[in-house]
Structure formats: structure tokens, C-alpha cells
């Protein structure tokens, strides 16, 4: 295999690994669950959701790492990661969502951040491997390996078409102004903005251009869902439409005088309309952030009064697509928060001990 020209490699400073945080998450982290999209448009790193399938995150030493891409290329690359690291460097913004382990996929809690990633295009590697006309399929394979659902000796894969991958494909080293973490696929990782996290595979090695899809435990097996409207299983990749509530919190107390109810929608497009639902009424429109270049979330708000007592609110998005966010009992179905308003100051009952007030 011919690798590119190297001459930038002397003046790149390498990421020691065992400068990252621990390889694993101590039990109270926060990446073990599922968190809310938090008050940032952009996700502390910290904050960031960890999820594997064959143990254990790998070893890596930058200094040995290779990148290969091959197949049906004309020019086969392997790239060390001072090379990877000269290349011309872009950022990108996107949501980044779990779709669940494969064995719960109607599950409706998920996790779900905002990322800023470093790196370059997939279409600058392939530009230079030069695909073959028989190409049609891209895998990538990560460098984890283990055992999954009783069969061992697995390494993590994931395919995509070809001109989705030269158009979509991002690889990452950089996370939200730092280098890659070991956790979260360092030294380099796929991201695919506008489909589910399964896609973005991390610690990557390899990436295969074939003229078939692979057969694979990641790629055929699990990871595929019928949607409605379909009799065909189809793979897990384009976001579902979706929001989440942020403002209030579930089981709030919120202050009579009013309230302004906040929120993140997101979906494989762009969001055109949020509602809200109050107490099983109907849906009212709320102010919708208009959405950048970058396929991030979206923020949307609504103020509003309600009378003192337990309530509960909704949100539904609507996407460009034309896809509505469904009833409860879907993956991605509107969230519901339900609430308290308090009774406002000059209605409380006074205070045991405040003196009598005479006549």
C-alpha cells in the first residue's frame, strides 16, 4: 500500500494516551447514563455518554497506530497519526444520539449530546484513494475487539453506501477543543452527523471499500428495525424525530407569576415546528430556534401562566420531512414532565405565628 507524503509529520505533536482521563468510567460517572441535552448548546465532554460492546476500551499507542483505507481503491493509504494530524483540519457541530443496545431498540429513553468535533471529511481520503467504479459499499472497522451475544473474536464494524459515506463522514480527533478522549474513540473515530451513534464508529483502523454489503453481527444482524409503513428490515442510521423537555424539571415546583418553557429538538433534518401541550390541550406553537449550517440541536421556549396545582406539558416536533414526533409508546415518543404551580404570595395561608391583625 503507497502512503501519502509525510513531510508535516516532524511538526505535529502526537496525544500521549496515557495523558486522557482513566480508560474506564468509575461507576458514579456521568457518562454510565442517560442524560438530558443540560443547559449548554454544546455538551461538556465530561458529560458525554460511553457506550461499548465487546468490554473493555483498547490499548492503543499513538505512536504505532495506523489508519488503512483499501479495498477497491486505486491507491490503498495507510496513514500514521502525525500524517492524519497535518492534514487540513475542519469542525463540525451535530447531535450525537444513542439508539439503545440492540436487544431493547423500543426502549424510549436515550442518551443524546451536542458535539463540536475536530477533524477532516471522509471525501479528502477518498479523493486521494481514488474508488474504483465497483465500489459501492464502505465499512469501517474499529480496533476494539471481544465476545457479543455468544460469538467471540469480534471486532466492532459498521458499513454505509459509498456516497453517503463521501458525503456525510467525518473523522474526528478532536472533541469539543481537546484532543480525543481513550473513551471516546481515540485516536480517531467516524461521525455521521444526522444518524444514530451506532454509525460513528470509534477507535478506528481501517475503512473498506467493497462492492457489497458485509455480513456482520453490527451490520445485518442487529442494529436493523422495520419502520412504519415498511415489510423490510431496514439498517438503525437516520435520527428519528425528537425533543426532550429541560424547563421544568419533573416534579418542579414552579412560582405562579409564570414560567418560560424551555427545551432541545432535533431530527435527520431540520425542525420546522415545536408544540406544546398542556394538560392534555391542545398544541401550541412555540418559538423555535432557527436552526445553522451545522446539523446541531435546536433550542425552543414558550411562555406561559397556569393556575396553581399538579399539570403536565408536552412536546412534539415536526420536521422538514414532515415527520411528527409520535404518541407515547414509540422510541422517540413526545415527552411529557409533569409539575406543581404554587399558590401565588398574597393567597397563602398565614403563618401559625404571625401576631393577630386587629380590627
Known amino acids: 500500500m503507497t502512503a501519502p507524503p509525510s513531510s508535516t509529520s516532524a511538526s505535529v505533536a502526537i496525544p500521549v494516551s496515557t495523558s486522557t482521563p482513566p480508560l474506564t468510567p468509575p461507576p458514579e460517572d456521568p457518562s454510565h447514563g442517560d442524560p438530558d441535552p443540560g443547559p449548554d448548546f454544546i455538551t461538556p465532554v465530561d458529560n458525554v455518554f460511553v457506550r461499548t460492546h465487546l468490554g473493555g476500551f483498547p490499548d492503543i499507542d499513538p505512536a504505532a497506530w495506523t489508519l488503512t483505507v483499501e479495498g477497491l481503491v486505486e491507491r490503498p493509504l495507510r496513514l500514521d497519526l502525525a500524517t492524519l494530524l497535518g492534514l487540513p483540519s475542519d469542525r463540525l457541530t451535530a447531535v450525537h444520539e444513542c439508539f439503545g443496545s440492540p436487544f431493547r431498540p423500543d426502549t424510549p429513553t436515550r442518551a443524546v449530546t451536542n458535539i463540536e468535533w475536530a477533524g477532516l471529511p471522509l471525501a479528502a481520503l477518498l479523493e486521494r484513494a481514488r474508488p474504483l467504479p465497483a465500489a459501492r459499499h464502505v465499512l469501517f472497522e474499529g480496533a ?104 421544568p424539571e419533573c416534579d418542579a415546583e414552579l412560582p405562579y407569576t409564570g414560567w418560560t418553557f424551555r427545551g432541545r429538538t432535533w431530527s435527520t433534518t431540520a425542525v420546522v415546528r415545536l408544540d406544546l401541550s398542556f394538560d392534555g390541550g391542545p398544541w401550541e406553537p412555540a418559538t423555535l430556534d432557527v436552526p445553522g449550517a451545522d446539523p446541531a440541536w435546536q433550542g425552543f421556549s414558550l411562555r406561559r401562566t397556569l393556575t396553581p396545582g399538579p399539570h403536565t406539558v408536552r412536546s412534539r416536533a415536526t420536521d422538514a420531512a414532515g415527520r411528527v414526533q409520535p404518541p407515547p409508546g414509540a422510541r422517540n415518543s413526545v415527552h411529557e414532565v409533569r409539575f406543581t404551580v404554587g399558590v401565588p404570595a398574597n393567597r397563602r395561608p398565614p403563618h401559625p405565628y404571625a401576631p393577630a391583625v386587629e380590627e
Open 144 to 247: 476494539d475487539t471481544g465476545s457479543f451475544h455468544g460469538e467471540d473474536g469480534l471486532s466492532y464494524v459498521k458499513d454505509l453506501p459509498l456516497e453517503t459515506a463521501r458525503r456525510d463522514v467525518f473523522l474526528a480527533h478532536g472533541m469539543n477543543g481537546e484532543p480525543l478522549r481513550v473513551r471516546h474513540g481515540y485516536p480517531l473515530r467516524a461521525v455521521v452527523p444526522r444518524m444514530f451513534g451506532t454509525n460513528s464508529v470509534k477507535w478506528l483502523t481501517r475503512i473498506v471499500l467493497t462492492d457489497e454489503r458485509p455480513e456482520h453481527m453490527f451490520t445485518t444482524t442487529f442494529y436493523t428495525r422495520t419502520l412504519p409503513g415498511d415489510d423490510t428490515p431496514q439498517p438503525v442510521r437516520a435520527l428519528d424525530v425528537s425533543s426532550k423537555m429541560l424547563s
